[in-house]
């Protein structure tokens, strides 16, 4: 085991160690030899992954980070004096700086860890909403919304009589900002809202967006699962009250998530979970509880996994996101032209401002069968309605092919794409 790391890592590139990313150009070959999964083959041919979107693939870096947390210093946090808890405390709250300077705050008690993002929002829909907001009090989302950010609104909804209401999309798959701005009123309390869609690739504008809310005195939560992986987040600059995130789509492990709030906000909300870790002291007839972050994370947190998220952030900060983003940017590009010179072939999300990520459709196959051929020539694609019925909906479908970009992929990833695809159109069409 431990040959294989050392030779692997004697061959990767050394984007931990680099120095000033500005000088160093993306090179893709070289990010690519970090991510062991890309040694292998799937149906004898070159694993093509074009599935970030869903979850991305994880790079020595992060394998190496949990490997030797487990080898070497592994123990439960926050309670022990014996060297190992010690160390590993440090590990994972060394991790929480990582995390908070990776979304720009320089306050870790402003980072919330969590299950997963899902768990992240519904944290703040029990907390907040359930402590500050009543019935006939509005929440605002849009109709680009993943599924994760819709479902905990409603439960609040069923629960205290909350109203919801839905920011329309242009056919273009773009914010109608004009028509979000006129929901905006006195009983507007939060707008829970995408940065990136996961379905269209839609960039919101999201600061406009934050600064409108504000002037109406609400509050905003962003979904940042899709835009954390492909640009620089600010939390300062957005001004964002609530910002959401999955360590797993940005080259992390599973099982945790992060929620960034407001420390003076944080500090107002109630603990949704009771356990250890998140009380000051415990009596049977009172309890008191630690201030934020750790009243919201009672139990054995996911200690091992958000030492490698601080590892994946290492990975991406020293790559530079700027350069991830450039890169990921000229994929979207090429594949977007490709992909529009195939006949009976429409993208869904059209947006002028997108990340990488494209879905589409064709005339002459269902997006399971598209995804079912080219799996066929090693092409990793995610068909289905991406967790966003009411977008797919919005345009009358029930599901697309899409591709969603890593910084791992290649030019040469979307050519096997298009050739793929045009199996697809000689198999069905
Ligand atoms: C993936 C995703 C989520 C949910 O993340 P989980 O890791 O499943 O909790 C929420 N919103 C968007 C936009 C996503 O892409």
Excluded at 287 to 311: H, S, Y
Excluded at 351 to 376: E, L, R, Y
Aim: charged share 20%; net charge negative.
């Amino acid at each position: 085991m431990n040959a294989v790391v050392i030779s692997r890592s004697s061959q990767s590139s050394e984007v931990g160690q680099a120095g000033d990313n500005s000088l160093m150009a993306f090179d893709v070959e070289r990010v690519r030899k970090d991510f062991p999964i890309f040694d292998q083959k799937v149906h004898g041919r070159p694993l093509i992954y074009l599935d970030s979107g869903a979850s991305a693939q994880k790079p020595q870096q992060v394998i190496d980070a949990m490997s030797t947390a487990y080898e070497t210093y592994y123990a439960n946090v926050h309670r022990g004096v014996h060297v190992m808890s010690q160390r590993s405390t440090e590990a994972y709250e060394s991790a929480r700086e990582k995390i908070a300077k990776f979304l720009n705050t320089n306050n870790s008690n402003e980072i919330v860890l969590t299950g997963s993002a899902t768990e992240a929002i519904n944290l703040v829909a029990y907390s907040y909403g359930r402590k500050f907001l009543k019935a006939g009090d509005e929440i605002i989302l849009s109709h680009m919304e993943h599924h994760a950010n819709i479902v905990p609104w409603q439960l609040l909804r069923d629960d205290v009589g909350v109203v919801l209401k839905i920011a329309p999309i242009l056919d273009d798959g773009s914010l109608d900002l004009e028509a979000f701005e006129a929901l905006l009123g006195s009983k507007t309390k939060l707008v829970a809202m995408t940065h990136i869609s996961n379905a269209l690739g839609t960039v919101v504008p999201i600061k406009q967006v934050i600064n409108k809310v504000h002037e109406h005195g609400a509050l905003v939560l962003v979904d940042g699962c899709q835009a954390t992986p492909h640009s620089a987040v600010d939390v300062q600059a957005l001004g964002a009250d609530f910002y959401v995130f999955a360590p797993h789509k940005v080259y992390g492990p599973t099982g945790i998530g992060v929620l960034y709030g407001r420390e003076d906000l944080l500090n107002t909300m109630p603990p949704w979970q009771g356990g250890g870790d998140m009380i000051a002291s415990v009596t049977f007839d009172k309890t008191t509880f630690q201030k934020a972050p750790l009243r919201f994370e009672a139990g054995t947190p996911a200690i091992v996994e958000t030492i490698g998220l601080g590892a994946a952030i290492d990975y991406v900060s020293a790559l530079g996101m700027e350069n991830i983003a450039a890169h990921e940017q000229g994929l979207l590009h090429y594949a977007t032209e490709r992909l529009n010179a195939i006949e009976g072939l429409t993208i869904i999300g059209t947006a002028p401002d997108k990340a990488a990520i494209i879905s589409f459709i064709m005339d002459c196959a269902h997006p399971h069968d598209i995804g079912t051929i080219v799996d066929q020539m090693g092409v990793a694609l995610r068909t289905g309605h991406h967790c966003a019925q009411p977008v797919m909906d919005r345009f009358g479908l029930s599901a697309t092919a899409r591709v969603s970009f890593g910084l791992y992929n290649t030019r040469q990833d979307i050519d096997t794409l298009i050739d793929a695809i045009g199996a697809v159109k000689e198999f069905l069409g």
